[in-house]
């Protein structure tokens, strides 16, 4: 496997920009598209050794890991492009593929998108090509008003560490080599974010953003956007559950 950084640096996509993963092999095999980097595109070249790039295998379909895909075609035409649920051969779950010279299961992973999956590798699973499930140093956006679903989200981290994978590959950031205190940390402190959601509501109506800078502090732009999205999520699901209502985008608690 070699790590192959996309380019795209920013505050979003942290200091090297998404992670891409090169299988070589009998199948090279690309995990994400990166964006269209020229850079990144050269790097992907130089590993292949001018081997043929055979397959790119996505996590999600949000800009970050699918907006290279045309220029890899380009470069290399006739790859095999797999996306779940889109593109003339989706991707399903459970789907056994080849990549480089393994085989890799895909685990449907929904919640940060609809469309979001895993690839296991490993018979029991050693490695886990997670996309934007988890990181470290952080936690994952769940952007309720592009898809995200926290219910899901949480059945999906489940899932995964139910694999009891040796090591998570993200989208950003380093690779986990502790993939269940990872996992068991995020379900804690979504769980916080319920509680600390709940307590703001206890007493009062508020917005999904009156509630996201109460919780979260001060933040600005896209980051703010992004926690308020994420507060939405989990009023979602609260509210399925029971604990909370809204009225013209103003949530409370049930009595």
């Not at 593929?97 to 685990?107: C, F, H, L, P």
């Not at 109506?205 to 926690?227: C, H, K, M, N, W």
Request: with cysteine.
């Amino acid at each position: 496997m070699i790590p192959i950084p996309a380019g795209n640096a920013s505050t979003w996509t942290g200091p090297t920009g998404n992670n891409t993963y090169l299988l070589p092999g009998r199948e090279a095999t690309l995990i994400d598209a990166g964006v269209g980097n020229q850079l990144h595109l050269e790097a992907v070249a130089e590993a292949l050794h001018g081997a043929r790039l055979a397959r790119v295998l996505i996590t999600h379909g949000h800009a970050d890991h699918v907006a290279g895909i045309p220029v890899l075609r380009a470069r290399w035409p006739g790859v095999d492009v797999r996306q779940f649920g889109t593109g003339e051969r989706p991707l399903v779950a459970d789907e056994q593929i080849t990549a480089g010279d393994a085989t890799a299961r895909v685990i449907h992973t929904p919640g940060h998108s609809p469309d979001h999956c895993c690839f296991a590798f490993g018979d029991p699973v050693d490695d886990v090509f997670c996309g934007d499930l988890a990181r470290l140093g952080g936690t994952i956006v769940i952007p309720a008003s592009r898809g995200g679903d926290l219910a899901r989200y949480l059945d999906s981290l489940r899932t995964i560490r139910a694999l009891q994978p040796v090591r998570l590959l993200p989208g950003h950031g380093p690779v986990v080599e502790d993939p269940i205190r990872l996992i068991d940390d995020y379900l804690e402190h979504r769980a916080l974010r319920d509680r600390q959601i709940l307590r703001v509501l206890k007493d009062r109506s508020a917005t999904p953003v009156e509630i996201a800078d109460l919780i979260y502090g001060e933040l600005a732009g896209q980051l703010r956007d992004a926690a308020a999205d994420t507060v939405l999520a989990h009023l979602i699901k609260l509210r399925n559950e029971g604990s909370v209502d809204d009225r013209d985008g103003s949530w409370h608690a049930r009595a």
